[in-house]
Protein backbone atom coordinates (compact mmCIF):
# COMPACT_ATOMS: atom_id res chain seq x y z
CA UNK A 1 0.00 0.00 0.00
CA UNK A 2 2.81 2.23 0.45
CA UNK A 3 3.81 1.57 -3.16
CA UNK A 4 0.83 2.65 -4.57
CA UNK A 5 0.41 5.35 -2.33
CA UNK A 6 4.37 6.56 -4.04
CA UNK A 7 2.98 5.11 -7.18
CA UNK A 8 0.02 7.87 -7.52
CA UNK A 9 1.83 10.66 -6.21
CA UNK A 10 4.95 10.25 -8.16
CA UNK A 11 2.51 10.24 -11.50
CA UNK A 12 1.02 13.45 -10.15
CA UNK A 13 4.58 15.34 -9.17
CA UNK A 14 6.33 13.72 -12.50
CA UNK A 15 3.86 14.88 -14.80
CA UNK A 16 4.39 18.46 -13.24
CA UNK A 17 8.05 18.04 -13.38
CA UNK A 18 7.96 17.18 -16.87
CA UNK A 19 6.34 20.32 -17.83
CA UNK A 20 7.21 22.64 -15.32
CA UNK A 21 10.58 23.16 -16.88
CA UNK A 22 8.95 23.99 -20.18
CA UNK A 23 6.67 26.54 -18.37
CA UNK A 24 8.86 27.98 -17.11
CA UNK A 25 11.51 28.81 -19.69
CA UNK A 26 9.17 28.95 -22.51
CA UNK A 27 6.10 30.51 -21.13
CA UNK A 28 7.51 32.29 -18.10
CA UNK A 29 10.77 33.23 -19.68
CA UNK A 30 13.00 32.25 -16.98
CA UNK A 31 17.01 31.89 -17.51
CA UNK A 32 18.59 28.75 -16.26
CA UNK A 33 20.13 29.98 -13.45
CA UNK A 34 16.72 30.96 -12.27
CA UNK A 35 15.86 27.33 -12.50
CA UNK A 36 18.50 25.68 -11.04
CA UNK A 37 18.03 28.02 -7.75
CA UNK A 38 14.41 27.20 -8.07
CA UNK A 39 14.85 23.32 -8.03
CA UNK A 40 17.99 23.30 -5.59
CA UNK A 41 16.06 25.52 -3.11
CA UNK A 42 12.92 23.48 -3.46
CA UNK A 43 14.27 19.82 -3.82
CA UNK A 44 16.90 20.67 -0.92
CA UNK A 45 13.86 21.78 1.39
CA UNK A 46 12.34 18.26 0.64
CA UNK A 47 15.72 16.78 2.04
CA UNK A 48 15.57 19.19 4.67
CA UNK A 49 12.28 18.96 6.35
CA UNK A 50 12.86 15.41 6.59
CA UNK A 51 15.25 15.66 9.52
CA UNK A 52 12.49 17.42 11.67
CA UNK A 53 9.56 14.96 10.31
CA UNK A 54 11.59 11.72 10.88
CA UNK A 55 12.36 12.82 14.42
CA UNK A 56 9.27 13.96 15.40
CA UNK A 57 7.59 10.61 13.83
CA UNK A 58 10.00 8.67 16.50
CA UNK A 59 9.13 11.34 19.33
CA UNK A 60 5.62 10.44 18.84
CA UNK A 61 5.32 7.26 18.54
CA UNK A 62 3.45 7.77 15.11
CA UNK A 63 3.74 7.74 11.74
CA UNK A 64 0.37 7.74 9.41
CA UNK A 65 -0.52 11.70 10.69
CA UNK A 66 2.55 12.92 9.11
CA UNK A 67 2.10 10.99 5.48
CA UNK A 68 -1.54 12.59 5.73
CA UNK A 69 -0.47 16.22 6.43
CA UNK A 70 3.03 15.63 3.69
CA UNK A 71 0.91 14.27 1.12
CA UNK A 72 -2.26 16.50 1.36
CA UNK A 73 0.24 19.57 1.44
CA UNK A 74 1.52 17.93 -2.38
CA UNK A 75 -2.05 17.46 -3.15
CA UNK A 76 -3.25 21.03 -2.65
CA UNK A 77 -0.49 22.38 -4.69
CA UNK A 78 -1.19 20.88 -7.78
CA UNK A 79 -3.88 23.55 -9.43
CA UNK A 80 -1.43 26.16 -8.46
CA UNK A 81 0.71 25.00 -11.44
CA UNK A 82 -1.73 25.52 -14.25
CA UNK A 83 -2.80 28.93 -12.81
CA UNK A 84 0.53 30.78 -12.53
CA UNK A 85 1.42 33.68 -14.18
CA UNK A 86 4.60 34.39 -12.36
CA UNK A 87 7.30 32.59 -11.76
CA UNK A 88 6.94 33.70 -7.99
CA UNK A 89 3.65 31.55 -8.07
CA UNK A 90 5.52 28.25 -9.78
CA UNK A 91 8.58 28.82 -6.72
CA UNK A 92 5.93 29.26 -3.55
CA UNK A 93 3.84 25.70 -5.06
CA UNK A 94 6.95 24.13 -5.09
CA UNK A 95 8.29 25.27 -2.70
CA UNK A 96 5.05 24.27 -0.75
CA UNK A 97 5.04 21.23 -2.38
CA UNK A 98 8.06 20.13 -1.01
CA UNK A 99 7.64 20.81 2.54
CA UNK A 100 5.10 17.99 1.93
CA UNK A 101 7.80 15.43 0.32
CA UNK A 102 9.97 16.35 3.43
CA UNK A 103 7.64 15.96 5.67
CA UNK A 104 6.31 12.51 4.16
CA UNK A 105 9.73 11.46 3.29
CA UNK A 106 11.52 10.00 6.27
CA UNK A 107 8.46 8.80 8.62
CA UNK A 108 7.49 7.03 5.13
CA UNK A 109 10.79 5.33 4.60
CA UNK A 110 11.31 4.40 8.26
CA UNK A 111 7.66 2.84 8.38
CA UNK A 112 9.08 0.52 5.47
CA UNK A 113 11.96 -0.67 7.80
CA UNK A 114 9.18 -1.10 11.23
CA UNK A 115 6.91 -3.52 9.15
CA UNK A 116 9.61 -5.42 7.05
CA UNK A 117 11.93 -8.32 8.19
CA UNK A 118 15.44 -7.46 8.14
CA UNK A 119 16.50 -9.99 5.60
CA UNK A 120 14.16 -8.61 3.11
CA UNK A 121 14.84 -5.25 4.27
CA UNK A 122 16.84 -4.18 0.61
CA UNK A 123 14.32 -6.18 -1.20
CA UNK A 124 11.14 -4.15 0.30
CA UNK A 125 13.15 -0.37 -0.27
CA UNK A 126 13.69 -1.26 -3.80
CA UNK A 127 9.95 -2.45 -3.88
CA UNK A 128 8.52 0.60 -3.32
CA UNK A 129 10.86 2.75 -5.08
CA UNK A 130 10.34 0.55 -8.24
CA UNK A 131 6.65 1.21 -7.35
CA UNK A 132 7.41 4.73 -6.86
CA UNK A 133 8.62 4.66 -10.13
CA UNK A 134 6.26 3.61 -12.18
CA UNK A 135 4.13 6.81 -11.05
CA UNK A 136 7.52 8.16 -12.45
CA UNK A 137 7.12 6.98 -15.82
CA UNK A 138 3.24 7.50 -16.44
CA UNK A 139 3.70 11.03 -15.52
CA UNK A 140 6.02 11.83 -18.51
CA UNK A 141 4.04 9.67 -20.47
CA UNK A 142 0.73 11.32 -19.75
CA UNK A 143 2.62 14.38 -20.11
CA UNK A 144 3.50 13.34 -24.21
CA UNK A 145 0.35 12.27 -24.25
CA UNK A 146 -1.67 15.27 -22.97
CA UNK A 147 0.64 18.15 -24.80
CA UNK A 148 -0.50 15.69 -28.17
CA UNK A 149 -3.71 15.90 -28.10
CA UNK A 150 -3.84 19.35 -26.46
CA UNK A 151 -0.85 21.66 -27.14
CA UNK A 152 -1.45 23.30 -24.04
CA UNK A 153 1.19 23.09 -20.79
CA UNK A 154 -0.87 24.49 -18.72
CA UNK A 155 -4.53 22.39 -19.44
CA UNK A 156 -2.11 19.17 -19.18
CA UNK A 157 -1.11 20.00 -15.82
CA UNK A 158 -4.36 20.16 -14.42
CA UNK A 159 -4.20 16.16 -14.87
CA UNK A 160 -1.71 15.73 -12.21
CA UNK A 161 -4.60 17.14 -9.90
CA UNK A 162 -5.99 13.21 -10.26
CA UNK A 163 -4.00 10.76 -9.31
CA UNK A 164 -2.56 12.72 -6.31
CA UNK A 165 -5.97 12.37 -4.86
CA UNK A 166 -5.99 8.56 -5.36
CA UNK A 167 -3.12 8.63 -3.08
CA UNK A 168 -4.41 10.54 -0.64
CA UNK A 169 -7.95 8.11 -0.87
CA UNK A 170 -4.87 4.78 -0.10
CA UNK A 171 -3.15 6.75 2.83
CA UNK A 172 -6.81 7.29 4.45
CA UNK A 173 -8.19 3.57 4.21
CA UNK A 174 -5.26 1.52 3.46
CA UNK A 175 -2.48 2.28 5.34
CA UNK A 176 -2.56 1.73 9.06
CA UNK A 177 0.31 2.22 11.68
CA UNK A 178 3.00 -0.36 13.06
CA UNK A 179 1.39 -1.78 15.75
CA UNK A 180 4.84 -2.25 17.63
CA UNK A 181 6.64 1.20 16.90
CA UNK A 182 7.30 2.67 20.49
CA UNK A 183 8.27 6.69 21.39
CA UNK A 184 12.13 7.38 21.47
CA UNK A 185 12.87 9.02 24.28
CA UNK A 186 15.72 10.56 23.12
CA UNK A 187 13.78 12.19 20.36
CA UNK A 188 11.67 14.48 22.81
CA UNK A 189 13.91 17.14 21.51
CA UNK A 190 12.93 16.98 17.49
CA UNK A 191 16.66 18.08 16.96
CA UNK A 192 19.64 18.46 19.39
CA UNK A 193 23.73 17.32 18.99
CA UNK A 194 22.91 14.82 21.80
CA UNK A 195 20.62 12.91 19.30
CA UNK A 196 22.96 13.63 16.48
CA UNK A 197 26.11 11.31 18.71
CA UNK A 198 24.02 9.11 19.45
CA UNK A 199 24.18 7.73 16.09
CA UNK A 200 27.27 5.67 15.14
CA UNK A 201 30.10 5.94 12.95
CA UNK A 202 29.02 3.20 10.49
CA UNK A 203 25.83 5.54 9.91
CA UNK A 204 27.33 8.95 9.53
CA UNK A 205 29.33 7.54 7.05
CA UNK A 206 26.84 6.27 5.05
CA UNK A 207 25.53 10.14 5.22
CA UNK A 208 28.46 11.08 3.94
CA UNK A 209 28.38 8.88 0.65
CA UNK A 210 24.65 10.26 0.46
CA UNK A 211 25.80 13.33 -0.16
CA UNK A 212 28.45 12.80 -2.63
CA UNK A 213 25.98 11.56 -4.64
CA UNK A 214 23.91 14.21 -4.40
CA UNK A 215 26.78 16.49 -5.51
CA UNK A 216 27.17 14.20 -8.40
CA UNK A 217 23.32 14.59 -9.01
CA UNK A 218 21.74 18.19 -10.00
CA UNK A 219 17.93 18.53 -10.45
CA UNK A 220 16.21 16.19 -13.10
CA UNK A 221 14.70 19.47 -14.86
CA UNK A 222 17.90 19.82 -17.13
CA UNK A 223 17.10 16.40 -18.20
CA UNK A 224 14.25 17.87 -19.49
CA UNK A 225 15.98 20.80 -20.56
CA UNK A 226 18.73 19.06 -22.04
CA UNK A 227 16.10 17.53 -24.40
CA UNK A 228 14.97 20.00 -25.56
CA UNK A 229 18.01 22.56 -26.48
CA UNK A 230 18.41 19.13 -28.37
CA UNK A 231 15.81 19.45 -31.01
CA UNK A 232 12.59 17.36 -29.58
CA UNK A 233 10.04 18.73 -30.19
CA UNK A 234 7.90 20.32 -27.33
CA UNK A 235 5.22 17.59 -26.92
CA UNK A 236 7.68 15.05 -26.63
CA UNK A 237 10.42 16.35 -24.44
CA UNK A 238 9.22 14.99 -21.28
CA UNK A 239 10.14 11.27 -22.95
CA UNK A 240 13.28 11.92 -21.84
CA UNK A 241 11.90 11.65 -18.40
CA UNK A 242 10.07 8.59 -19.48
CA UNK A 243 13.17 6.33 -20.36
CA UNK A 244 14.95 7.65 -17.10
CA UNK A 245 12.42 6.13 -15.47
CA UNK A 246 11.64 3.04 -17.25
CA UNK A 247 15.39 2.32 -16.12
CA UNK A 248 15.14 3.61 -12.64
CA UNK A 249 12.09 1.15 -11.75
CA UNK A 250 13.20 -2.10 -13.55
CA UNK A 251 16.38 -1.54 -11.94
CA UNK A 252 15.30 -0.72 -8.05
CA UNK A 253 14.04 -4.13 -7.14
CA UNK A 254 16.34 -6.10 -8.60
CA UNK A 255 19.35 -3.58 -7.04
CA UNK A 256 17.50 -3.88 -3.73
CA UNK A 257 17.60 -7.55 -3.97
CA UNK A 258 21.05 -7.85 -4.89
CA UNK A 259 22.24 -5.64 -1.70
CA UNK A 260 20.50 -8.45 0.57
CA UNK A 261 22.89 -10.57 -0.96
CA UNK A 262 26.11 -8.97 -1.27
CA UNK A 263 28.00 -6.07 0.37
CA UNK A 264 25.77 -3.00 -0.58
CA UNK A 265 28.63 -0.85 -1.57
CA UNK A 266 29.24 -2.30 -4.70
CA UNK A 267 25.64 -1.35 -5.81
CA UNK A 268 27.07 1.70 -5.35
CA UNK A 269 30.31 1.84 -7.11
CA UNK A 270 27.74 0.56 -10.24
CA UNK A 271 25.73 3.18 -9.81
CA UNK A 272 28.64 5.85 -10.04
CA UNK A 273 30.63 4.06 -12.53
CA UNK A 274 26.45 4.34 -14.57
CA UNK A 275 26.35 8.24 -13.92
CA UNK A 276 29.68 8.66 -15.13
CA UNK A 277 28.73 7.19 -18.52
CA UNK A 278 25.63 8.95 -18.10
CA UNK A 279 27.26 12.19 -17.75
CA UNK A 280 29.72 11.93 -20.63
CA UNK A 281 26.32 10.62 -23.12
CA UNK A 282 24.27 13.69 -22.26
CA UNK A 283 27.40 16.51 -22.60
CA UNK A 284 28.56 14.71 -26.15
CA UNK A 285 25.13 14.10 -27.47
CA UNK A 286 24.27 14.85 -31.10
CA UNK A 287 21.50 12.69 -31.53
CA UNK A 288 18.15 12.00 -30.31
CA UNK A 289 19.32 8.65 -29.48
CA UNK A 290 22.75 9.76 -27.65
CA UNK A 291 20.13 11.64 -25.10
CA UNK A 292 17.48 9.31 -24.55
CA UNK A 293 20.33 6.92 -24.04
CA UNK A 294 22.17 9.21 -21.40
CA UNK A 295 18.62 9.27 -19.72
CA UNK A 296 18.38 5.29 -19.46
CA UNK A 297 22.04 5.38 -18.07
CA UNK A 298 20.82 8.26 -15.42
CA UNK A 299 17.76 6.05 -14.47
CA UNK A 300 20.08 2.87 -14.31
CA UNK A 301 22.20 4.73 -12.05
CA UNK A 302 19.33 5.89 -9.52
CA UNK A 303 17.92 2.23 -9.26
CA UNK A 304 21.60 1.15 -8.32
CA UNK A 305 21.67 3.90 -5.70
CA UNK A 306 18.80 5.48 -3.94
CA UNK A 307 16.96 1.96 -2.33
CA UNK A 308 20.50 0.79 -1.51
CA UNK A 309 21.10 4.07 0.11
CA UNK A 310 17.84 3.67 1.89
CA UNK A 311 18.48 0.36 2.99
CA UNK A 312 21.98 1.45 4.59
CA UNK A 313 20.59 4.28 6.72
CA UNK A 314 17.90 1.76 7.61
CA UNK A 315 20.94 -0.99 8.54
CA UNK A 316 23.22 1.41 10.81
CA UNK A 317 20.08 3.33 12.80
CA UNK A 318 18.72 2.32 16.12
CA UNK A 319 14.74 0.91 15.11
CA UNK A 320 13.61 3.42 17.90
CA UNK A 321 15.25 6.32 15.89
CA UNK A 322 15.38 5.06 12.06
CA UNK A 323 12.87 7.94 11.83
CA UNK A 324 15.76 10.93 13.05
CA UNK A 325 18.15 8.75 10.95
CA UNK A 326 16.69 9.18 7.46
CA UNK A 327 16.51 12.65 8.74
CA UNK A 328 19.81 13.44 9.36
CA UNK A 329 20.60 11.61 6.29
CA UNK A 330 18.26 13.59 4.25
CA UNK A 331 19.27 16.98 5.69
CA UNK A 332 23.29 16.87 4.65
CA UNK A 333 21.76 15.36 1.45
CA UNK A 334 19.38 18.46 0.86
CA UNK A 335 22.53 20.76 1.61
CA UNK A 336 24.35 19.21 -1.50
CA UNK A 337 21.28 19.14 -3.62
CA UNK A 338 21.37 22.71 -3.29
CA UNK A 339 24.54 23.14 -4.21
CA UNK A 340 24.64 21.40 -6.75
CA UNK A 341 21.67 22.56 -8.28
CA UNK A 342 22.30 26.05 -8.75
CA UNK A 343 25.82 25.53 -9.61
CA UNK A 344 24.16 23.14 -12.86
CA UNK A 345 22.34 25.98 -13.76
CA UNK A 346 25.16 28.83 -13.44
CA UNK A 347 27.25 26.69 -15.32
CA UNK A 348 24.92 25.59 -17.83
CA UNK A 349 24.25 29.36 -18.44
CA UNK A 350 27.52 30.77 -18.14
CA UNK A 351 29.29 27.96 -19.72
CA UNK A 352 26.78 25.75 -21.89
CA UNK A 353 25.01 21.95 -21.25
CA UNK A 354 27.98 20.40 -22.36
CA UNK A 355 30.37 21.67 -19.07
CA UNK A 356 27.42 20.82 -16.57
CA UNK A 357 27.38 17.44 -17.20
CA UNK A 358 30.89 17.07 -17.52
CA UNK A 359 31.13 19.04 -14.15
CA UNK A 360 28.69 16.22 -13.03
CA UNK A 361 30.89 13.33 -13.91
CA UNK A 362 33.74 14.91 -12.34
CA UNK A 363 32.18 14.69 -9.34
CA UNK A 364 30.94 11.12 -9.62
CA UNK A 365 34.12 10.25 -9.94
CA UNK A 366 35.38 11.67 -6.99
CA UNK A 367 33.02 9.85 -4.91
CA UNK A 368 34.11 6.92 -6.38
CA UNK A 369 37.33 7.70 -5.56
CA UNK A 370 36.60 8.44 -2.05
CA UNK A 371 34.49 5.51 -1.23
CA UNK A 372 37.17 3.42 -2.71
CA UNK A 373 39.36 5.02 0.01
CA UNK A 374 37.12 5.01 2.64
CA UNK A 375 35.70 1.27 2.21
Not at 45 to 71: H, N, P, W
Not at 90 to 113: E, M, N, Q, S, Y
Not at 161 to 174: D, E, N, Q, V
Not at 290 to 309: D, K
Request: hydrophobic fraction near 55%; aromatic fraction near 14%; charge should be positive.
Amino acid sequence: MLGFVSLFMDFSSELVHALLPLLLVNVLHVGMLEVGIIEGIAESTALLVKVFSGTLSDAIGKRKILLVIGYGLATITKPFFPLAQHVETVFAARFIDRIGKGIRGAPRDALVADITPKETLGAAYGLRQSMDTVGAVLGPLSAVGLLFLYEDIRFALWFALIPALFSMYIIFFKIKESTHLTKSAQSKKIFSLTLMRSFSPSFWLVVAIGSLFMLARFSEAFLVLKAQEGGFKIEFVPLVMAVMSVAYVVSSYPAGVLSDRFERRYLLYIGLILLVCADFSLANAASYTSILFGALLWGFHMGFSQGVLGAMVADTAPADKRGSAFGFFNLFSGVAMLFSSVLAGWLWQSYGSAFTFYSSAIFAMLSLILMFIKR
